[in-house]
């Protein structure tokens, strides 16, 4: 999804590829197979780029720094990009930075996880720091009775992150980018939704969000990019906390273009893709306005439709103005492989923007006209 932006700009895209069969093989010419966790393989990789940047949090800090040794331009750095590989490292850094966390602990053993259940009350969060994704890495512990249940997860990892079971009214995302120069613009706060712990929408602007939380949450996300010193475009996972503290605590951050900023491609002047180059590359950075007074963006995992354009003549007539956005990824059940994004002419309408944008994703997904959508052609009619 970096490419368009890249091509507009006349700059050239060199992505290191996990397989031949990943997605950005596709999208951009020049696209090496190879070990993103193999120090001679990002090194060949790296010569003669201008600069080096990340889809995924999970190139090993080691290797950043050997690359940086070896005099290759890395946005993120390390030691800012740490904080979104590893949850127990953020925690403190906001600790430190004294912004709103849950209540939170390393803990080493099942009797240590008990004793924070003990402490703040259960159920508790119980997470991997390092290598999750969409949730892979979270569980909810209930009870001190279900904490032996976990003893396999600190065989895997250990110390892991428990934290306080947060009551929020919403989830919500503030994103930013940041220069190496230290310029920084960020983007509306906007309602992130969540199911079974995968992003599945996002409504920008977070809707009827208090003055105050949103300022407090854009200030904050800025203000991580500045303290830790992050470059490119940066995601801060919120909870909505009314009443409690600023109105919001911090889950985490993401230091890449991320799933709550895929609205920005079509509903903002500057979408994260063009953003996040801009900015590693340290040119001015763009507007970040909403395109209209509300945006939608869909997700759509993979369903019983295995053959995605088959089900497009149906999908696109239902909403002439909807986006489609898709991955090229082999359908598999719950993988995401697409989202679809709607600018609205009303904030009143969000109900109708997301029923429309949800209509266009369903379609899509399970390959048929749903019930809602409005058939245009002869055909479907019949
Ligand atoms: N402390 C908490 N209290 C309540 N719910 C939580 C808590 N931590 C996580 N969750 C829920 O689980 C979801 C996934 O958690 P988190 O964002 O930490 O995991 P992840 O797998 O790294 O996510 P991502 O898909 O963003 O990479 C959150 O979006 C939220 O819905
Ligand atoms: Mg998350």
């Known amino acids: 999804m970096m ?15 996990e397989g031949e069969d990943v997605s950005a093989v596709a999208a951009v010419a020049n696209a090496p197979v190879g070990d993103y966790k193999d120090l001679d393989h990002l090194l060949e990789f790296s010569r003669g780029l201008d600069v080096l940047t990340f889809d995924h949090e999970h190139v090993p800090t080691a290797h950043l720094r050997s690359l940086i040794d070896a005099g290759v331009n890395v946005h993120p750095g390390p030691d800012a990009l740490v904080n979104a590989q590893d949850k127990l490292v953020m925690r403190a850094a906001i600790d430190r930075l004294e912004l709103p966390n849950p209540r939170w602990a390393a803990v080493a053993s099942v009797a240590d996880l008990v004793a924070f259940g003990e ?9 991997m720091p390092r290598g999750g994704y969409d949730g892979k890495g979270v569980r909810i ?3 001190a009775g279900d904490a032996a249940d976990s003893a ?6 250990s110390p892991l992150l428990a934290e306080a079971k947060v009551e929020f009214s919403r989830e919500l995302s503030a994103m930013v980018a940041r220069t190496p120069d230290g310029e920084s613009r960020a983007w509306p706060v906007v309602h992130t939704i969540q199911v079974d712990g995968v992003c599945d929408e996002v409504i920008a602007p977070a809707l009827d969000i208090p003055f105050d939380v949103a300022v407090a949450a854009e200030n904050a996300a800025v203000r991580i990019a500045n303290e830790l010193g992050v470059t490119g475009v940066m995601a801060v996972e919120l909870f909505e906390t009314p009443g409690v503290g600023a109105g919001f605590l911090i889950n985490e951050l993401a230091m890449r273009p991320h799933n709550t900023g895929h609205w920005t491609q079509d509903g903002s002047v500057t979408s994260q893709f063009e953003q996040h180059l801009r900015a590693i590359l340290n040119l001015p950075l763009g507007a970040t306005d909403l395109l209209g007074p509300v945006v939608v963006m869909k997700n759509f ?6 053959d995605l354009y088959s089900a497009y ?7 002439p103005a909807a986006k489609v956005h898709c991955y090229g990824k082999a359908v598999r059940p719950g993988r ?5 994004n709607l600018v609205g002419t009303s904030a009143a309408d969000v109900d109708s923007v997301r029923q429309r944008a949800t209509t266009v994703a369903d379609i899509i997904r399970n390959g048929r006209a749903q019930a809602g959508a409005t058939p245009t052609t002869s055909e479907e009619t019949a």
């Not at 396999?152 to 990892?157: I, L």
């Not at 995401?336 to 679809?340: A, D, L, N, Q, T």
């Open 313 to 319: 003549p149906a999908a696109l007539a239902s909403e």
């Open 301 to 306: 995992l993979g369903g019983a439709n295995q």
């Open 336 to 340: 995401k492989i697409g989202h679809v």
């Open 119 to 127: 402490e703040t009350g259960w159920p508790v969060v119980l997470k």
């Open 152 to 157: 396999e997860w600190f065989e895997a990892m």
């Open 3 to 17: 490419a368009p932006a890249a091509t507009a700009l006349g700059f050239e895209l060199r992505v290191l590829a």
């Open 141 to 143: 512990v209930a009870s």
